[in-house]
């Protein structure tokens, strides 16, 4: 038997929740490229020892970061507790308690980075995690829309690449964030090869930014074979094969994004639309890795 439809406040509380989880992760790397980080010492939750900060540039930038990150903390908590107590659906619940934990761990080590000293991998890190937090709340606030379940199984192969895909975005995500964090990025501007002759000190950062590149040709040759793969089963799940064909057309506009950065010299404007890409990218992957996870056990009566 199918849960019933979920309440239509349920389900706006979701969708908010995933834009502003969203816009989260957007405002991180305003603080990080406005050099905000600091902005409010290293104090937290206060902003340099006081509740509201002093209405100065980078103060207000780190403490909206905060603010709204503590916002969206009660929005997924308080979404979390209402699936788990009203709704039957176990892949709801599994993603309610992922967003959860998600949404807890990247704030915690936001407010140890702050603490203790900042560190490219830990902040690279940082948005790995908040993107699994959106992809959780985007999927939840997805499943609770949808008004029927997708229930025909997926090819063995789908399901596999479905997993390594996912896993192989993850790596290129943290490498992408990590290149950010480290401005390797701005060590070569030239596209699609490194046309410079880099100084002995620049080398490893051209190095490090030439790998992201490579990484990232290898996940459009990876999202390509998926789309293939799911043409086969386009009929019984068409929901798996719309969401590889947007999954193309993100790592596409990822990687003419990537462009744009190098042509705008790594302008912060730039960089918004470069994680906007990968955000919505992260969310395509995750439906088809969940899909993947759960193939067949819907329709089996796979509820809790």
Do not use: K
């Not at 199918?2 to 989260?24: E, G, H």
């Not at 103060?59 to 990150?69: C, G, K, T, Y």
């Not at 699994?132 to 606030?141: D, E, K, Q, V």
């Not at 229930?151 to 479905?162: A, D, I, K, N």
């Amino acid at each position: 038997m199918r849960d019933q439809p979920a309440p239509r406040a349920m389900r706006l509380l979701a969708w908010i929740s995933a834009v502003a989880t969203l816009l989260l992760v957007e405002m991180g790397f305003v603080v990080t490229f406005t050099n905000s980080g600091q902005g409010c010492g290293g104090s937290w939750p206060l902003c340099n020892g006081q509740f509201i900060p002093d209405i100065a540039f980078h103060p207000l930038i780190e403490f909206s970061h905060r603010a709204l990150a503590a916002i969206i903390t009660v929005l997924v908590v308080g979404l979390a507790i209402w699936v788990w107590r009203r709704r039957q659906v176990a892949i709801e619940r599994w993603l309610a308690a992922v967003a959860v934990l998600f949404i807890v761990v990247q704030a915690a080590i936001g407010a140890a980075d702050v603490i203790a000293p900042e560190s490219a991998p830990v902040l690279a890190l940082h948005f790995g995690f908040a993107l699994i937090a959106l992809g959780a709340t985007s999927l939840l606030a997805i499943a609770l829309s949808r008004r029927t379940v997708p229930e025909g199984g997926l090819p063995l192969g789908q399901r596999w690449l479905s997993v390594v895909l996912f896993f192989y975005l993850y790596l290129a995500v943290y490498l992408g964030a990590f290149v950010a964090h480290q401005n390797a990025g701005i060590a070569c501007l030239t596209w699609p090869l490194c046309t410079v002759t880099p100084s002995a000190s620049a080398l490893p950062l051209v190095q490090l930014d030439e790998v992201h590149r490579s990484v990232a040709i290898g996940l459009f040759v990876l999202v390509v074979v998926m789309v293939l793969l799911a043409r086969r089963s386009r009929v019984s799940r068409p929901d798996t094969y719309r969401a590889a064909h947007v999954a193309l057309g993100m790592v596409v506009l990822q990687i003419l994004s990537g462009v744009l950065l190098i042509l705008s010299h790594i302008a912060t404007w730039a960089i918004l639309i470069h994680v906007g890409l990968v955000s919505v990218l992260f969310v395509a992957i995750g439906y088809l890795l969940v899909s993947a996870l759960t193939s067949g056990t819907e329709a089996a009566g796979g509820r809790s």
